[in-house]
């Protein structure tokens, strides 16, 4: 009788702690039972990851005195070998002398990554021991104080460091960031304590920064390629960071959240002083109906020769009316961005200022192939009178527009009429994908097979239709694209919940398609789907009794 080759326990052992590492602590540890050979292999993972959520304590744990206090000093008193990185993740309360005790433990472990995260309660202080981890590579702290030890050099290797809602003096920040000469990456979210910000970095790549603060000081960082930053409420600081970034010679990625004004930029010039050649991704929060803020994001692409990605984040301010933006920007349609290639805009509803400025875009940008839309979460959406795309612009066309993405359709007018003319208006298609919210707007919206009988969608090849109501507006658009579509390839629906997935069904066989080797799946309801939560709150007393019987 042949035994079957254990391949799992053959495999070398740098292979496994690498599959053990993807697993949660819990699992992780109770793979001692598989075999003598297995008994001490989750004692040498490299990874170590605490979450009170994750790792709970049942009824018989709590019967034996177990606790997640008690679960981390087992794990640690058992580890072999170094501890590469540690993550902990707390919401109940842990005495601070508790976190301390396996910081301590954790210094004699060549600690490269730490990651700490107090969800609630007061700020944890940092303990000294941690400054004395030179080995890190990256640090990660949330709710926490901190304030180093005299003697703290920085840490000579650390290249990623996130501070969230931390609490710490201009002094020791700006030491701290001096200190470490291959720093990277910096997040810097909510920090308390610090007015006027200051960052020396010489080898950052990445900077993020949200925040409001009476000045910032940004130096040294030429190396810059990707800058995020959230000016909250309007602060003195914009206008000269603003200047600072656009000037960064390597910078590719550029976000900024919030309110984009002309002063920010600080011009009243249709481009920047100095071109961002290298950016090729640009994300902005603007107010459509507010000219200041078109004018300087267009100033923004003017001045962007290389950009190929755009998101344009829509805030509405009051009574969103087109007024003079509107004006401006049918009178202004001879710029070109020859190298945009994606565009993405959320929280689209439809009113006039928004359709005006997503026409000069698209009017703007011949090489785009690729165009999201997302319209509000809420029911936000505009049912009101818009002037119709198609009445207009009858000769318009996006030659290159192969992927058309709508997400939380509500099939209001307004969005109907939009994706109508995106159809029309784009010769090249090969791809739409709709996804409808979860409750729909109905609406009195025209047939779509009346009003377009004689349209052909010549390379339209998928269509993606998902969160599908049965209502009228939507049965007429699928019957709309399976009439006017001869290469269709496939055509995949999926209804939002059971009630109407049969009588949608026996529509959908009675259509006809022009496309002869069109293919119609469809997919079980969404409201069908169910994902079981998984249950972290099993004992986790194996641990204990495997460890006892030593």
Same mark, same amino acid.
């Given at each position: 009788?042949?035994?079957?080759l254990?391949?799992i326990?053959?495999l070398?052992g ?6 053990l590492s993807?697993l949660?602590?819990?699992?992780a ?7 003598s050979?297995?008994?001490?292999k989750?004692a040498?993972?490299?990874r170590?990851v605490?979450?009170?959520h ?8 709590r019967?034996r005195?177990t606790t997640?206090?008690?679960i981390?000093d087992?794990v640690?008193l058992?580890?072999?070998g170094?501890v590469d ?18 910081i301590l433990?954790l210094t004699?472990?060549?600690l ?5 995260t107090?969800?609630?309660?007061s ?5 000294s /021991?941690?400054f ?5 590579i990256?640090l990660?702290?949330n709710?926490?104080s ?5 003697? &703290?050099?920085?840490?000579?290797r650390?290249k990623?460091?996130?501070l969230?809602?931390i609490?710490?003096?201009?002094d ?10 291959l ?5 810097l979210i ?9 960052i ?5 790549q990445?900077?993020?920064?949200? @925040?409001?603060?009476e000045?910032?000081k ?10 995020s930053?959230d000016?909250?409420e ?5 206008s000269n960071l603003?200047?600072?970034?656009v000037?960064l ?9 919030? &309110? ?11 481009e920047?002083?100095?071109p /961002?050649?290298c950016?090729?991704?640009l994300s902005l929060?603007i107010?459509?109906?507010?000219l200041e803020e078109?004018?300087a994001a267009i ?5 962007s020769?290389?950009l190929q990605e ?6 509405q ?11 401006w ?6 710029w ?8 993405k805009?959320t929280?689209?509803?439809?009113v ?5 400025f997503?026409?000069f875009? $698209?009017?703007? =940008?011949p090489?785009?192939?690729? $165009?999201?839309?997302v ?12 002037n119709s795309w198609?009445d207009d612009?009858?000769n318009?066309?996006?030659t290159?527009?192969?992927l058309v993405?709508v997400? /939380?359709?509500?099939g209001?007018?307004a969005?109907?009429d939009?994706i109508?003319?995106l159809l ?5 298609l ?6 409808a919210r979860?409750?729909v707007v109905?609406?009195e919206?025209?047939?779509w =097979? ?7 969608f010549?390379h ?8 599908i ?13 399976l009439s006017?579509s001869?290469v269709l390839e496939r055509?995949?629906i ?5 009630d109407c997935?049969?009588e949608?069904l026996?529509? $959908?066989?009675?259509?006809?398609r022009?496309s002869v080797d ?6 079980d ?5 169910s ?6 709150d099993d004992?986790?007393? @194996?641990?204990e009794s495997? =460890?006892?019987?030593?």
């Amino acid at each position: 009788m042949t035994t079957e080759l254990d391949r799992i326990s053959n495999l070398p052992g740098g292979v496994i702690q690498k599959i053990l590492s993807y697993l949660p602590i819990r699992e992780a540890v109770r793979t001692c039972v598989l075999s003598s050979n297995w008994r001490c292999k989750w004692a040498m993972l490299p990874r170590l990851v605490f979450d009170d959520h994750q790792i709970g304590t049942t009824s018989k744990a709590r019967r034996r005195k177990t606790t997640f206090v008690s679960i981390v000093d087992r794990v640690l008193l058992l580890q072999i070998g170094p501890v590469d990185a540690f993550e902990l993740v707390y919401r109940k309360f842990i005495a601070a002398s508790d976190v301390d005790r396996w910081i301590l433990h954790l210094t004699r472990k060549s600690l490269k990554e730490f990651t700490l995260t107090k969800s609630r309660g007061s700020q944890y202080n940092i303990s000294s /021991c941690l400054f004395s981890c030179q080995e890190l590579i990256h640090l990660d702290l949330n709710n926490c104080s901190l304030c180093p030890p005299s003697r &703290f050099k920085g840490f000579r290797r650390l290249k990623s460091l996130r501070l969230q809602n931390i609490t710490v003096v201009p002094d020791v920040f700006e030491k701290l960031i001096g200190s470490c000469p291959l720093l990277e990456r910096l997040t810097l979210i909510d920090l308390h304590g610090i007015t006027h910000l200051k960052i020396d970095a010489p080898n950052l790549q990445f900077l993020e920064v949200q @925040d409001t603060f009476e000045d910032v000081k940004v130096e040294n960082t030429l190396n810059l390629v990707d800058v995020s930053i959230d000016f909250g409420e309007a602060s003195s600081y914009c206008s000269n960071l603003l200047k600072y970034f656009v000037q960064l010679p390597l910078m590719e990625r550029l976000t900024i959240k919030g &309110f984009l004004s002309k002063c920010a930029i600080g011009s009243s010039a249709e481009e920047l002083p100095k071109p /961002c050649r290298c950016l090729k991704f640009l994300s902005l929060g603007i107010r459509l109906n507010n000219l200041e803020e078109i004018l300087a994001a267009i100033c923004f692409l003017r001045s962007s020769p290389a950009l190929q990605e755009l998101k344009i984040s829509v805030h509405q301010e009051g009574e969103a009316t087109a007024g003079e933006a509107t004006y401006w920007l049918n009178e202004n349609h001879n710029w070109a961005f020859t190298q945009l290639r994606l565009m993405k805009v959320t929280a689209f509803s439809g009113v006039k200022a928004e359709v005006d400025f997503i026409k000069f875009l $698209l009017l703007s =940008s011949p090489a785009l192939e690729e $165009l999201e839309i997302v319209a509000p979460f809420e029911d936000q959406a505009v049912s009101g009178e818009v002037n119709s795309w198609l009445d207009d612009n009858l000769n318009w066309a996006f030659t290159q527009l192969r992927l058309v993405k709508v997400t /939380c359709f509500s099939g209001v007018k307004a969005e109907v009429d939009f994706i109508k003319f995106l159809l029309l208006s784009s010769p090249a298609l090969q791809e739409l994908q709709i996804s409808a919210r979860h409750h729909v707007v109905l609406g009195e919206v025209n047939s779509w =097979s009346d009003d377009n009988q004689n349209c052909v969608f010549t390379h339209l090849r998928v269509v993606q239709l998902t969160g599908i109501h049965g209502v009228k507006p939507e049965v007429d658009f699928i019957r709309f694209l399976l009439s006017s579509s001869p290469v269709l390839e496939r055509m995949t629906i999926q209804p939002t919940s059971v009630d109407c997935s049969l009588e949608l069904l026996k529509k $959908l066989v009675q259509f006809r398609r022009v496309s002869v080797d069109a293919e119609i799946s469809y997919l079980d309801p969404l409201s069908s789907e169910s994902d079981e939560d998984s249950d972290f709150d099993d004992d986790y007393t @194996d641990l204990e009794s495997d =460890s006892d019987s030593d």
